[in-house]
């Protein structure tokens, strides 16, 4: 019964830094889409200024 528990115990742990690795992957992401975006918007308006 231990034995059982442990090896779901490390399991779900592997499971849940995997979630965690993807979910800070995908949070990279999304700020470097937003910050290519605001890169965009400033470059536009600084041509704008000109």
Do not use: C, D
């Not at 979910?23 to 918007?41: D, F």
């Amino acid at each position: 019964m231990i034995l059982q528990y442990t090896v779901l115990l490390s399991l779900s742990r592997e499971l849940f830094q995997l979630s965690i690795s993807e979910y800070i992957e995908m949070s990279q992401q999304v700020k470097a889409k937003k910050a290519g975006v605001n890169e965009n918007q400033q470059i536009s308006t600084a041509v704008n200024k000109k």
